[in-house]
């Protein structure tokens, strides 16, 4: 059984700083390619960042690049998304994803998903 568990979130300042995490069970997380995506309140969901097994090749969305950094922790079988410099217009709700494709792209589907984790960022 697949399972994406996704932590981390919570209510921070501007400017402040969190650490998600995306913990897989029956998945090697390594054999995959992970992707961060976010749904704020009414609007559609975006991908955030994504990070592509073995060479560890990654990208962020421009919103995001130079304040989010994306990680993989095999020992753990967790990725992490840092997010630092956050601003309001962060404010969502975050998931993880892994597909199979090894290709790092938020611009494709996924194969399985986290059950999200809340992050507000007043102002």
């Known amino acids: 059984h697949v399972q994406l568990v996704n932590s981390g979130g919570g209510l921070v300042q501007s400017g402040g700083s969190l650490r998600l995490s995306c913990a897989g069970s029956?998945?090697?997380?390594?054999?995959?390619?992970i992707g961060w995506f976010r749904q704020a309140p009414g609007k559609e969901r975006e991908g955030v960042s994504c990070i592509s097994p073995r060479d560890g090749s990654s990208y962020n969305i421009d919103s995001v690049e130079g304040r989010f950094s994306i990680s993989r922790d095999n020992v753990k079988n967790t990725v992490y998304l840092q997010m630092n410099i956050l601003k309001p217009e962060d404010t969502a709700v975050y998931y993880c994803?892994?597909?199979?494709?090894?290709?790092?792209?938020?611009?494709?589907?996924?194969?399985?998903w986290g059950q999200g984790t809340q992050v507000t960022v007043s102002s």
């Open positions: 994803a892994a597909d199979a494709e090894t290709i790092c792209s938020v611009r494709k589907e996924y194969d399985y």
């Open positions: 029956g998945i090697n997380l390594d054999d995959y390619s």
